[in-house]
């Protein structure tokens, strides 16, 4: 492509330069405003907002069918996983009395191409676990998180250090898990901390924060660098701030790829889970009249869990339109669950320009993203304040005993842990 070169009559380095900035900037505006009236944005926002505006999609609700209206209800069709996933993978949880009726239920949507929804497959216990793991486990080294290029946080990771100054009495001192600040953040490198380069600030006068991932728009705010170099944040503040965590294949967001040199297994239950699911949603369709309008037809026994995204929503936390498209391979599933709070979610198909469809998730739902959803536009506009009371801190967990710490933390909160496989799949070439 031909560069633009400035006007003859700049002739100074910096005048050129700041032709060259200022082209940029018009550019990058005149794309911004574009996104600001596009059919997903235009969603996105009436889903913010306080009063429905008639541009708002009506929010799928594939747990209780008969909360849809009829139009919606219309295109809810149910479908039979090929497997019950408790036979596949016991870290579904044991059976409860409710199991048998859901058993290998999945549902699809008529004009969504591609995605599975299973709902909530997961016991109370089960999830209560998948929630620990999350927290605790998953948070530690050699995994990455958001908070690692602005903070410096130990290896044990941000949740254990949370714990140990819980256990500390109020009165004693805890100043050795204070966490600071990096004096220059992020060296350099576009990793997103929360900065959303949309987003007013919200109606509540908070700033909403959102983490951008669309490689079209290169435009994430880097942290203003206003702080003083030996800020110290406690534990208890950080766990607030923390928003997302890299499992498997380590994601480098500055260059939108994974770091290829550096193999980490995603985590055993992760895996595994994401496995049975690949599994149980093999073969499944869009039956028409005689034929499959769509199917999904990659076989689960190919489904390798190499890398995943865990993301951390505070209620005013968003997740801006993107495409997952980092990875080489574009056929596999997509795993995703919810944990804790409810949220609407928005996908739309290949590009901004058409309405997405929204959807309600509850703490336990799991989505396959297969097909042409695998590379659909979505997004979480809407984090609603509404939890399930066996996640409330009280709860007895007779495999978690503190259940209590992470029952504070995830009644104000949900989490997304969601799971790719990066390579090509061998057995298909
Ligand atoms: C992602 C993502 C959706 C969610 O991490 O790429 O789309 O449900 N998450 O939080
Ligand atoms: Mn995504």
């Not at 297969?370 to 659909?376: P, W």
Request: charged share 25%.
């Amino acid at each position: 492509m031909e560069t633009l070169q400035p006007p003859a009559h700049l002739k100074s380095r910096r005048q050129k330069e700041m032709w060259k900035r200022q082209l940029l900037q018009n550019v990058k505006e005149r794309q911004k405003a574009q996104e600001s009236q596009t059919p997903f944005r235009i969603a996105e926002r009436s889903l913010q907002s306080k009063v429905a505006t008639p541009d708002r999609p009506p929010v799928v609700d594939f747990t209780n069918l008969e909360n849809n209206p009829p139009e919606v209800r219309a295109k809810l069709i149910r479908v039979e996983l090929s497997h019950d996933l408790r036979e596949i993978c016991p870290l579904f949880g044991r059976t409860d009395d409710d199991w048998s009726k859901r058993r290998s239920i999945a549902y699809i949507h008529s004009d969504i191409e591609g995605l599975i929804f299973i709902p909530n497959p997961f016991t109370e216990s089960a999830q209560r676990q998948l929630i620990y793991n999350c927290l605790q486990k998953y948070t530690q080294a050699p995994n990455s998180s958001s908070l690692d290029a602005h903070y410096e946080v130990p290896a044990e990771g941000v949740w254990n250090l949370y714990t140990k100054s819980r256990r500390c009495a109020s009165n004693e001192d805890d100043s050795q898990l204070l966490i600071s600040r990096k004096s220059r953040s992020n060296n350099g490198q576009k990793i997103p901390e929360s900065a959303d380069p949309y987003d007013a600030p919200s109606t509540s006068g908070q700033q909403s924060t959102s983490i951008e991932k669309d490689p079209d728009i290169a435009d994430i705010k880097s942290e203003p660098s206003l702080h003083k170099p030996s800020e110290l944040l406690h534990p208890s503040e950080l766990i607030r701030k923390l928003r997302w965590v890299s499992l498997g294949y380590q994601y480098n967001w500055s260059e939108k790829t994974y770091f290829f040199d550096r193999p980490i297994p995603v985590p055993e239950e992760a895996a595994k889970l994401s496995i049975a699911i690949a599994k149980a949603v093999e073969g499944i369709g869009y039956r028409q009249d005689d034929g499959f309008r769509w199917q999904n037809n990659y076989k689960g026994d190919n489904y390798a869990p190499e890398a995943g995204i865990v993301n951390y929503y505070q209620l005013k936390d968003t997740l801006m339109a993107h495409v997952d498209r980092s990875e080489l391979n574009m056929e596999a599933p997509l795993i995703s669950m919810s944990l804790g709070h409810k949220c609407i979610y928005l996908i739309g198909e290949q590009t901004r320009d058409i309405k997405p469809h929204a959807i309600l998730l509850q703490s336990g739902d799991v989505m396959a993203m297969t097909g042409a959803s695998r590379s659909a536009f979505h997004g979480v506009p809407k984090i609603l304040d509404d939890g399930p009371s066996f996640l409330q801190p009280g709860t007895i967990d007779e495999n978690i005993p503190d259940w209590d710490v992470y029952g504070e933390y995830v009644s104000k909160a949900r989490i997304n842990l969601n799971i790719r496989q990066v390579n090509v799949d061998s057995s298909s070439t």
